[in-house]
């Protein structure tokens, strides 16, 4: 079979497909509104009958004394008022003359025994029980029409008369299916041809359109096959082997044209990657605007000077990305507008943050018309952030001499006191238990010997080079198991910890044990920061390249006189403090290329905040669709890991 006839048959058979498909709920919805129909009409013919009872009853029952206690006598009086009411037996004689689908109708007392009944043979006799009619308004087609052109069944409508809670009489009229089946078939039949025209019109026009449609298809393969077999072509026409010719050009054509295209597309995927890389590694912001002050090329900077994600910047105009009402907007934008390069323009933003604005116009001064502007280049600079990373140098250099220092203190300190304890014991061996002033003079410098020892040993241990063992992990983990570690002391010191961790995982490159011991450091100070109890807040966050762990408390905070001491060895503002754990905190951070910030203000609190090289963003939020991620709470010291 030729493609053109597996493609007509296709589209033929989809076409015949939807056709019957809307023809079949059609034909539903039309079967269902003429139930709904026979139900209502049914009904009123139920309430009216109702009517003509109740009135039978108080007509015939108004000049008979009547015990209204006594059932029997109720009884006799409710069946004598309708039997002999002449309007009453003459209404469900034209009920049943005129109604198409009425098989009888009967009313009775509480027991269904037929006071009155169009069937002669029920008269006087309890009536049997019969499916509602209603129950055929709830079944589907198939069940509805199994039901009208099955088996003849009669079902009822039923409504009762009371009186002072008590059934006086029940109107009941049974609707036969062979009568429904009646009344249905013209329309069963009118529509059933409709739906079969229509079916076989959609055919026949699917099939036409369809084969019209695709005949450029078979007119291109036929000139195919032509210029694929050998012999001369037509009168007027090129000759095959010339049309032979012309095709492998044009098939070579294509061919060197896609490969070329590839060359470009794969060293076009290579530049952008590395232009991707290089922007994402840069500090500053920078921004690429066409001629037209549109965003065409945004490093991922930007994001922390404008607070404005980098995908919704590109394509964006100049005023749809800079607010007028910031100092840093209305700067861009007025130069954009009067076209004003800007040369390292300081400028303090809402936040008290200094930035550096550079705006140069780009010109095309070859093109037909003179200075015509291709676009500009925009710069954020950030002053603050060279300043820190002057501060952390210097930090850096302070720490690398200080563990030059120890490292040299250490080496030569420990072996004179080796040698001085080895001489001391001997000593001590030497005396007698007479000489009992002098042993405790002994074990005086026995025991200051020994502190000395731990000092020079913790000197060491800070300088000697750490082996780390770097594996991707879930800051998250590190997170709660450290909260949890915690936890005990926290309770005594009536501390309430906030944890707050994002609903993905946050995947860094780290040394499990160091980086617990680092936030270990840092919680436990924050903790001891607050004598009298309060919160402290631990909340973890990340960006294109930072995992950001902040830890604030509501301590007496910092004075800025001593801020800059806090990460030096021994340096501590605590009675029982060492000066060891900042420290070594800072050591740690530094160790996985990492950062460490500290905001405090007297009489409000510190927050530390220490930053680590993220893996890869997208692939931390990939995982996070695979695996449940820790949920973002607040939670008591008993319970720190939310």
Same mark, same amino acid.
């Given at each position: ?8 048959v296709?589209i ?10 809307l ?22 013919i ?16 108004r000049n ?13 009086a ?24 009425v ?39 198939v069940?509805t ?14 409504l009762?008369l ?30 059933g ?54 095709v ?36 500053d ?53 009067r ?9 303090v ?34 002053i ?41 014991? +001997? ?5 007698? *238990? #007479?000489?009992?002033? =002098?042993?405790?003079? %002994?074990? /005086?410098?026995?025991? @200051? ?64 044990d ?5 936030? +270990?450091n840092?919680?436990?100070?924050? *903790? #001891?920061?607050?004598? =009298?109890?309060?919160? %402290?807040? /631990?909340?973890l966050? @990340?960006?294109?390249r930072w ?22 060895l ?25 950062q460490?910030d ?45």
């Amino acid at each position: 079979m030729r493609l053109k006839t597996k493609l007509v048959v296709a589209i033929t058979c989809l076409v015949f497909v939807t056709v019957t498909v809307l023809s079949w709920l059609y034909f539903s919805q039309l079967l269902k509104e003429h139930i709904e129909q026979s139900y209502n009409a049914t009904d009123i013919i139920a309430h009216q009958l109702q009517f003509a009872t109740r009135q039978a009853i108080e007509n015939g029952t108004r000049n008979m004394a009547i015990n209204p206690n006594d059932p029997v006598q109720v009884h006799k009086a409710v069946a004598t008022a309708i039997q002999q009411d002449a309007g009453l037996n003459a209404l469900l004689k034209s009920v049943i003359s005129y109604s198409p689908t009425v098989f009888d109708i009967s009313i009775t007392d509480a027991e269904n025994r037929a006071y009155i009944s169009t069937d002669p043979s029920q008269q006087g006799q309890v009536l049997p029980s019969r499916p509602k009619y209603a129950s055929l308004r709830k079944l589907s087609v198939v069940e509805t029409l199994e039901v009208v052109f099955g088996p003849p069944r009669v079902y009822d409508i039923s409504l009762g008369l009371e009186r002072q809670g008590q059934i006086l009489a029940n109107v009941r009229i049974g609707i036969r299916t062979t009568f429904l089946s009646n009344t249905f078939l013209p329309w069963i039949y009118e529509s059933g041809s409709l739906v079969g025209i229509t079916i076989f019109a959609t055919i026949i026009v699917s099939a036409f359109v369809s084969n019209l449609a695709l005949r450029p298809i078979e007119i291109i393969s036929q000139r195919l096959d032509a210029l694929s077999q050998p012999g001369p072509e037509p009168a007027g026409e090129v000759e095959a082997g010339d049309a032979k010719d012309t095709v492998v050009q044009v098939s070579n054509k294509i061919e060197r044209l896609g490969r070329r295209m590839r060359n470009v597309e794969e060293v076009f995927a290579t530049l952008k990657e590395n232009l991707d890389q290089i922007l994402s590694n840069l500090q500053d912001g920078m921004m690429l605007f066409t001629h037209d002050a549109r965003a065409v090329l945004v490093s991922n900077s930007v994001e922390r000077f404008l607070n404005v994600e980098r995908d919704t910047i590109l394509g964006a105009g100049v005023h749809e990305i800079f607010d007028n009402t910031t100092v840093l907007g209305s700067l861009v934008r007025e130069a954009f507008d009067r076209s004003i390069a800007l040369v390292q323009e300081e400028i303090v933003t809402e936040t008290g943050r200094r930035v550096e604005v550079s705006l140069d116009f780009i010109h095309d001064d070859r093109g037909p018309q003179q200075r015509q502007g291709l676009g500009a280049l925009l710069t954020l600079h950030d002053i603050e952030s060279v300043q820190e990373i002057e501060s952390e140098l210097e930090i850096s250099r302070r720490m690398a001499a200080i563990g030059q220092l120890t490292s040299g203190v250490g080496h030569e300190v420990k072996n004179p006191i080796n040698a001085i304890v080895v001489h001391l014991e +001997l000593l001590r061996n030497k005396m007698s *238990a #007479q000489d009992s002033p =002098a042993i405790r003079h %002994l074990d /005086v410098i026995r025991n @200051e010997i020994q502190r000395l020892d731990r000092v020079v040993q913790t000197l060491v241990d800070f300088s000697r080079p750490v082996e780390l063992r770097l594996v991707d992990q879930d800051l998250r983990t590190i997170v709660n198991g450290v909260l949890m570690l915690a936890s005990a002391e926290l309770e005594i010191q009536g501390v309430r910890v906030v944890n707050s961790l994002p609903p993905h995982p946050v995947i860094a490159k780290v040394d499990a044990d160091l980086m617990k011991q680092a936030l +270990l450091n840092v919680v436990l100070n924050g *903790a #001891q920061a607050m004598a =009298a109890g309060g919160e %402290l807040s /631990v909340r973890l966050s @990340e960006d294109s390249r930072w995992a950001a762990l902040s830890i604030a408390d509501q301590g007496e905070g910092i004075p800025d006189e001593i801020r800059s001491k806090i990460f030096n060895l021994y340096f501590t503002t605590k009675k029982e403090g060492s000066g060891i754990g900042l420290a070594m905190t800072y050591r740690i951070i530094q160790l996985h290329n990492g950062q460490v910030d500290v905001k405090s203000q007297v009489g409000q609190g510190t927050t530390f905040i220490l930053k680590i090289p993220v893996v890869n963003p997208s692939e931390s939020k990939l995982r996070g669709y695979l695996e449940t991620g820790a949920a973002t709470g607040t939670a008591t010291a008993k319970e720190p890991w939310g």
